[in-house]
């Protein structure tokens, strides 16, 4: 069974840093992308990024472009997600998924997420 | 840039069908196929629920339907259970930046 768990969510000030990791088990980790999506209080959901099976190949929403890196370790089935310059509006549930296919662009299994509160 | 609308909510009895749409704003975003639906049920996490558009994963209830006409892409529950009472939200892929969109979402009540 395929099983995701984030952590590293945190209550920071603006303009802090902070890093999520999602912890990755029952499949092959390093033969699939992963992505990050979230989702404000209240809100719909946001994608954020996405890196490929290799991490030679990222990609990420204007939004966090610039301030946020994703990463892999695949040695230890692992996704990051390196927040920098943190905004208030950054504030959010930080859920892992790992993409169905690559050309699928489908997200067949979600961690249970992380909150992210950027707050003074 | 393009955009995923959705309706804001939309509401049935048990035993009814429902049809959510999901139209694109300004770029060709539907016609890539590759729309997505999830179900999120409140404090949980999303569901994958159709994939490429008309596609259901395995073991998913085939009360759950997915389709594209033109632009815009649809999901259907036929026979609603008052279990499929959720959140709903389309999403494809972009094709460029941003690469993935989701819809606003659609709050399904079941009456």
């Known amino acids: 069974e395929v099983h995701l768990l984030e952590s590293g969510g945190d209550l920071v000030q603006p303009g802090g840093s902070l890093r999520l990791s999602c912890s990755a088990s029952g499949f092959t980790f390093s033969n699939y992308a992963v992505t990050w999506v979230r989702q404000a209080p209240g809100k719909g959901l946001e994608w954020v990024s996405t890196?490929?099976?290799?991490?030679?190949?990222?990609h990420y929403a204007d939004s966090v472009k610039g301030r946020f890196t994703i990463s892999r370790d695949n040695s230890k089935n692992t996704l990051y997600l390196q927040m920098n310059s943190l905004r208030v509006e950054d504030t959010a549930v930080y859920y892992c998924?790992?993409?169905?296919?690559?050309?699928?662009?489908?997200?067949?299994?979600w961690g249970q997420g992380t909150l992210v509160t950027v707050s003074s | 840039q393009s955009a995923l609308t959705q309706p804001a909510s939309v509401s049935a009895s048990p035993g009814q069908s429902i049809t959510i749409s999901c139209s694109e704003t300004?770029?060709?975003?539907?016609?890539?196929?590759?729309v997505s639906w999830y179900q999120q049920h409140p404090g949980k996490a999303p569901k994958l629920i159709i994939y490429e558009g008309d596609k259901r994963p395995s073991g998913l209830s085939n009360r759950f339907s997915g389709s594209k006409s033109g632009n815009a892409a649809s999901l259907t529950i036929s026979g609603l259970q008052a279990e499929d009472e959720a959140d709903y939200y389309c999403?494809?892929?972009?094709?460029?930046?941003?690469?993935?969109?989701f819809g606003g979402g659609t709050k399904l009540t079941v009456l």
């Open positions: 890196v490929i099976k290799t991490g030679d190949s990222t």
């Open positions: 999403c494809s892929y972009a094709g460029g930046r941003p690469s993935v969109l």
């Open positions: 300004s770029s060709d975003v539907v016609s890539y196929n590759l």
């Open positions: 998924a790992k993409l169905q296919g690559i050309h699928t662009w489908s997200f067949d299994s």
